[in-house]
């Protein structure tokens, strides 16, 4: 069972191209990229029907979802208060969650594992995280997400593949790639979406930027975005493996442009095979 899309408001933060192409691109669900979808405070908002929802509401539309992805804007407070919200009502409706995290790559799973456990304190976590090396961002975006999984014993997840695999990607192709490179990607990755390159070209606005970009340069960055996103949502399956019970749910929190249209992680996992539900 596959559940409706959802657009939570607080995750509609402008990024490097203009706000408004980026969100009126009619690329996606055929059902929908014709259609508008109203933001509203305090709500969530159904693309597939435009119905809105209370967060409390949001539990039961996602009975069927065993992976969530919510989008974020990395600097953004309200992104970061929404992903809070929505593990708070997933927890208070029974569901066995666990959080699966872009900002950690897959290599670095001890300190999150310690973390969960209680035995870091935050200087301590960061430390042993590498956090400002690993993602770069100002804790404080991060840190209530954080200790609501610690205190509520959701278990963290690292899914990001290590950044110089991706950068290999991008500069010597799949083919190019050593054997211990290849290793961390799957074996199978869609890149060759022509809806996913009209999203990723519009992302950049500067001219002069597209202006020295041939198809093949184009063409080598969605390589690395697609690997990025395969990898990602890869592992984040990973994470429900011989999870049997049905409540067991994955919600990753990862940038907005992950997400955006189905086109990112949502695909990829799709054309892994994954049959349980996303949104």
């Not at 300190?111 to 430390?127: N, R, V």
């Not at 999203?199 to 340069?217: L, N, R």
Request: aromatic letters at 8%; proline letters at 5%; hydrophobic letters at 45%.
């Amino acid at each position: 069972m596959t559940a409706a899309a959802l657009v939570l408001a607080a995750l509609l933060a402008p990024g490097p191209a203009p706000h408004d192409e980026l969100l009126r691109l009619p690329v996606g669900d055929p059902a929908r990229r014709d259609r508008t979808a109203h933001v509203v405070l305090d709500a969530i908002t159904d693309t597939a029907t435009g119905e809105l929802l209370t967060p409390a509401e949001l539990p039961k539309r996602l009975e069927g979802v065993r992976l969530l992805l919510v989008g974020e804007g990395h600097t953004d407070m309200d992104s970061h208060r929404v992903e809070r919200r929505v593990l708070e009502e997933l927890h208070r409706a029974g569901r066995r969650v666990t959080v699966a995290l872009e900002m950690f790559p897959y290599t670095e799973q001890t300190a999150l594992d310690d973390w969960t456990k209680g035995g870091l304190t935050e200087e301590q976590f960061l430390d042993a995280s590498h956090w400002y090396r690993s993602w770069g961002y100002n804790w404080a975006y991060y840190r209530d997400v954080f200790l609501l999984a610690r205190d509520a014993g959701m278990p963290l997840r690292a899914v990001n593949v290590p950044r110089e695999v991706i950068t290999a990607v991008r500069k010597k192709g799949y083919q190019g790639l050593t054997p211990e490179e290849a290793a961390h990607i799957p074996t199978h990755v869609d890149s060759k979406n022509a809806e996913h390159m009209r999203m990723f070209q519009a992302s950049f606005d500067d001219a002069s930027f597209h202006a020295g970009m041939d198809a093949a340069a184009w063409q080598a960055m969605l390589d690395a975005q697609c690997a990025w996103d395969a990898t990602m949502g890869f592992q984040a399956i990973q994470a429900l493996q011989g999870a049997d019970d049905p409540k067991a749910i994955v919600v990753v929190l990862v940038g907005a442009g992950h997400v955006s249209y189905g086109l990112g992680i949502e695909r990829q996992v799709r054309s892994q095979g994954f049959l349980g539900g996303v949104a």
